[in-house]
């Protein structure tokens, strides 16, 4: 009976030896993972700001690319508004006015 008994406390001692290993393991596992979350959590907020700030640069593009546009339009209505101009002014001169 004194056996037994023996042994069975040895086998506990074993297993908590073991069951402590295993633990270490693990809280080592949960660190390393803690620090994981913690990496793709400031990634995500890089990113944010990186998107905020590739927004705000395709804004400033679109509106540099308007520009030209912008200014072909004007000088066209120009060109428009000289031929009518000078359409009439022939028209009106052969006319006499």
Excluded: H
């Excluded at 593009?61 to 546009?69: D, Q, S």
């Excluded at 209505?77 to 031929?83: E, G, N």
């Amino acid at each position: 009976m004194e056996i037994d008994f023996i042994l069975r406390l040895q086998e506990t001692a074993d297993r908590s030896i073991r069951n402590e290993g295993r633990i270490k393991k693990l809280e080592e596992a949960s660190e390393t993972l803690q620090k994981l979350a913690t990496s793709v959590a400031l990634m995500a907020q890089q990113m944010q700001v990186l998107n905020d700030s590739v927004g705000t640069l395709s804004d400033k593009v679109g509106k540099i690319e308007e520009k030209p546009a912008k200014r072909w339009d004007g000088l066209v209505d120009k060109v428009i508004c000289l031929l009518v101009g000078a359409v009439m002014a022939y028209l009106l001169g052969r006319i006499g006015l």
